[in-house]
């Protein structure tokens, strides 16, 4: 649990778009793996087996419920704010410590990284963040080495697509 707990959080927190869901997710992980523990300990990588079940209760929850965006919340509070004192425009982008341009930028990742297919979202996620190699990758998401690699791949391209037409798209300011 100490060593896998952090990385597994953070790999949820990335396909997830709370906190909270998570941790309630980290945790029912481990409770399976607790349950299962006899199970997991003839594994060769018993962490494979936890990501898979974490990412299918990811994938279960991604798919009763949609995200929220707290851009979309800083975006009122800044025009909220505009209403009561005078900003030149652009003048958060400017600011080195602009939290705002900041969670833009994650929202803008986190809304590709759905628009992505819930697996290859996931295999992006293990490879970028949690350093999975193509076969590790293929163990938690029980797939063949090749498909995860396929997938892999597929994923990566369509983020690079999704991406470069959303920045070509937007004007700088």
């Known amino acids: 649990y100490a060593r896998h707990e952090q990385p597994l959080y953070g790999y949820l927190r990335r396909l997830l778009p709370s906190h909270e869901l998570a941790v309630e997710l980290a945790q029912e992980a481990f409770f399976r793996a607790w349950r299962h523990f006899e199970t997991l300990t003839g594994y060769d990588r018993p ?81 970028a963040v949690q350093g999975f190699t193509s076969d590790e990758i293929a163990e938690a998401l029980a797939v063949t080495p090749d498909n995860a690699r396929q997938m892999l791949s597929r994923a990566r391209a369509q983020f690079r697509r999704l991406y470069d037409h959303e920045n070509a798209a937007q004007p700088l300011s």
């Not at 939290?99 to 996931?122: N, S, V, W």
């Open 47 to 127: 962490e494979a087996w936890l990501y898979r079940v974490a990412t299918n209760l990811a994938i279960s929850q991604l798919r009763r419920k949609a995200p929220l965006s707290f851009s979309a919340l800083l975006a009122r509070m800044r025009a909220d704010f505009a209403e009561h004192a005078e900003l030149a425009p652009g003048d958060l982008w400017r600011s080195p410590l602009d939290l705002e341009g900041r969670t833009a930028e994650r929202d803008q990742i986190d809304r590709i990284l759905r628009a992505l297919p819930e697996r290859h979202r996931a295999a992006l996620l293990l490879a």
